[in-house]
């Protein structure tokens, strides 16, 4: 992928989310999809997450970008200059999740913003990131995530337990709704979707037979480097490694040093419920 051109840039400051087709092509989509169905970690350090409607997601965790695939993806020069052309700053890694809604089963998520809790870990400002990348083909009917366009300019919204939820204040979104435009990001294989940590987003219960796994790798930025100590990472150089290590990793699996962690420890919200295990 080439540098984002000024009209990205111009339309992620406008809509706080940036759609960009093909940023991995169908080689390495294919390498990702295999790795991750192969991948032992994840099976052993997935954790149950119940959306209280009957579905069911996993979740995985981790905060290093270590020497495999994982790491490279999250280190690659793509995916991090881009990131750092929207957010207008160094950024390094803050942690990477792997989402996963199987098929009939998968669980929905509700609206939040990312910053909505990476605000209690010492964050000051919203200058952070995703990089959300289509594994598995992300459509409607799998649950692929929403997102209300221009929503970032909102600021931070409320998040905590509403009702049976854990998410954003409810009445707040409700009238967001009203005068937003509701996206649903569909996405191939190798597609990405560059997000604001304010924009607010969702995603509904896989209701096909087909999975719906989605790597999310966090950036914050340098300028923001927490003023506490938390379960993620303070600012540290990252090593950009060239597009073409990917291909060079082939399904080379997580290393040791991957740093997973239970969300069930994550008790930032102060609403009984995991910070980070909202994600779409």
Avoid at 69 to 87: F, K, T
Avoid at 234 to 255: H, N, R, V
Wanted: glycine letters at 10%; proline letters at 5%.
């Amino acid at each position: 992928m080439n540098s984002l051109t000024p009209q990205q840039i111009a339309g992620f400051e406008r809509d706080g989310y940036l759609i960009v087709p093909g940023v991995f092509d169908a080689e390495e989509a294919q390498i990702l999809r295999k790795a991750a169905h192969a991948d032992q970690a994840f099976k052993q350090n997935a954790y149950d997450l119940k959306d209280g409607e009957g579905g069911l997601s996993q979740l995985v965790l981790w905060n290093k970008a270590g020497e495999d695939l994982w790491g490279a993806i999250a280190r690659s020069r793509r995916i991090v200059e881009a990131m750092e052309q929207l957010l207008g700053d160094e950024v390094y890694h803050y942690h990477s999740k792997m989402s996963i809604k199987e098929p009939r089963i998968g669980g929905a998520w509700a609206w939040h913003q990312d910053y909505g809790y990476w605000y209690q870990n010492g964050c000051l400002l919203p200058d952070m990131g995703s990089a959300f990348i289509a594994v598995d083909r992300n459509t409607r009917a799998n649950g692929c995530l929403q997102v209300l366009r221009g929503s970032h300019k909102m600021g931070r919204i409320e998040h905590g337990k509403f009702g049976d939820q854990t998410g954003a204040d409810p009445e707040r979104v409700e009238h967001a709704m009203k005068v937003m435009e509701l996206v649903y990001v569909e996405l191939e294989p190798g597609d990405t979707l560059f997000f604001h940590s304010n924009t607010l987003h969702r995603s509904d219960q896989n209701k096909s037979e087909h999975p719906r796994w989605s790597l999310i790798c966090c950036y914050n930025t340098r300028r923001n480097n927490p003023y506490k100590a938390s379960h993620h990472p303070f600012y540290e150089p990252l090593e950009k490694l060239p597009d073409s290590a990917i291909k060079g990793m082939g399904t080379k699996l997580f290393s040791d040093s991957a740093g997973f962690w239970n969300p069930e420890n994550d008790k930032t919200t102060g609403a009984g419920k995991p910070s980070s295990t909202q994600t779409p």
